[in-house]
């Protein structure tokens, strides 16, 4: 069974740039789409983005501007960056995969647990 | 964008009874690509439903989905003590960047 385990620091400042990896276990990253998703405290979900095996990207709207999604094949890994952050961006963030094979389907079927990142001085 | 909206926001009822949790859309959303996900304090979301009506892998059959164009609806015919968490709805639409999730339901014990 796929496992799915985001890595990055616990903490950032305002106005510098959060970075996350998501390491895939028990599987192979090609041929899927993988998302990123955050959830503010005590609020719901948001979808960042998601990135194909490939390369392809698709970027929340509201965040596109400030947001940049990669793919490492021979690790096995993508990354999510968020640049210019501020305490709105404090969140649990998770890595999902969504469940086309070589196709997106629009809904995850495997989560990563999630990793908490504060944005404060 | 398409906005989900999720009613009622928190459903206070007992083990056995059935929960009817609404999710109703701004536009028109394909069946294709309305999911259902529930989560529990300090866990990840679990994916529950896909297009509608198709329980994900070992999701029990008291769970069930239906709907179509802006309105859709999960229904849990008796509930059970671990059915108590807060479930979302998404969707998927297909212009760029149209994934969204609604605010979620909290199903909490009366």
């Known amino acids: 069974q796929v496992q799915l385990q985001e890595s990055g620091p616990g903490l950032v400042k305002p106005s510098e740039t959060l970075s996350l990896t998501c390491s895939v276990f028990d599987g192979s990253i090609s041929s899927y789409y993988w998302s990123w998703i955050r959830q503010p405290p005590g609020k719901g979900l948001e979808w960042i983005g998601y990135i194909y095996y490939r390369g392809n990207t698709n970027y929340n709207p509201s965040l596109s501007s400030r947001v940049t999604i990669s793919v490492d094949t021979s690790k096995n890994q993508f990354s999510l960056k968020l640049n210019s952050v501020t305490a709105a961006d404090t969140a649990v963030y998770f890595c999902?995969?969504?469940?086309?094979?070589?196709?997106?389907?629009?809904?995850?079927?495997?989560w990563g647990k999630g990793t908490t990142v504060t944005v404060s001085s | 964008e398409i906005v989900l909206t999720q009613s009622p926001g928190t459903l206070s009822l007992s083990p056995g009874e059935r929960a009817t949790l609404s999710c109703r859309a701004t536009?028109?959303?394909?069946?294709?690509?309305l999911a259902w996900y529930q989560q529990k304090p300090g866990q990840a979301p679990r994916l529950l439903m896909y297009a509608t009506s198709n329980r994900a892998t070992g999701i029990p059959d008291r769970f069930s989905g239906s709907g179509s164009g802006t309105d859709f609806t999960l229904t849990i015919s008796r509930l059970e003590p671990e059915d108590f968490a807060v479930y979302y709805c998404?969707?998927?639409?297909?212009?760029?960047?149209?994934?969204?999730f609604g605010g979620g339901t909290k199903v909490e014990i009366k």
């Open positions: 999902a995969r969504d469940a086309g094979v070589l196709r997106f389907l629009g809904y995850m079927d495997v």
């Open positions: 998404q969707q998927y639409g297909n212009s760029p960047g149209s994934l969204t």
């Open positions: 536009q028109s959303v394909s069946s294709s690509y």
